[in-house]
């Protein structure tokens, strides 16, 4: 039961229907590793692994009606679930939906009026402070051992206003 977009997919592709895709969390610093579904229902038994999947799936689902019907596509987010430790194992336990969710740290916003598969899309999400990183202007090596430089001014204020305009959008509600 292993979720796959399918073939064919431009940048910016709509999937037919939402996959979920698993991932362990990562030691600090580190990327999370992705991991097949099969691996999670062996970590934590099958039951709970159809609950989080659903969980995910039913979270996500709802959230990208309220965005579309908003403005905002929800391209993608993630979600970070856990169990209380005493509970793994007994199968009527929900799992735990932990940290923020669907804010533009966790999830990829973009402007729906202006969506065109084939190319980068425009976002209100951290990709403006990603695509500085990568760049030659900001002179990390993200393959080095120092650490990403400060982020200029500018670009704290540009994504700052990114990520008010969606909060606007999102919620109706003016940001001040």
């Known amino acids: 039961m292993r979720d796959r977009p399918p073939e064919g997919l431009t ?12 991932a362990t969390k990562a030691e600090v610093g580190e990327h999370d590793e992705n991991v097949a579904y099969e691996e999670v229902a062996h970590r934590i038994g099958a039951e709970p692994a159809a609950q989080l999947r659903q969980a995910t799936l039913a979270v996500y689902n709802r959230a990208r009606e309220i965005a579309r019907a908003r403005g905002i596509i929800l391209a993608d987010t993630k979600f970070e679930f856990g169990y209380a430790e005493a509970t793994l194992g007994v199968e009527s336990v ?29 976002s209100f999400d951290k990709q403006y402070v990603r695509d500085w990183l990568t760049s030659p202007a900001s002179g990390w090596d993200r393959t080095g051992e120092q650490p990403p430089p400060p982020l200029p001014a500018e670009v704290v204020e540009r994504t700052q206003r990114k990520y008010a305009e969606a909060y606007e959008l999102l919620t109706g ?3 001040k």
Do not use: M, N, Y
């Open 94 to 122: 929900e799992p735990v939906l932990a940290d923020e969710v669907l804010t533009p740290d966790s999830s990829r916003f973009w402007p729906a009026d202006q969506w065109e598969p084939g190319r980068a899309q425009p």
């Open 11 to 22: 940048d910016g592709s709509e999937l037919p229907s939402p996959i979920f895709t698993p």
């Open 173 to 175: 509600t003016s940001w």
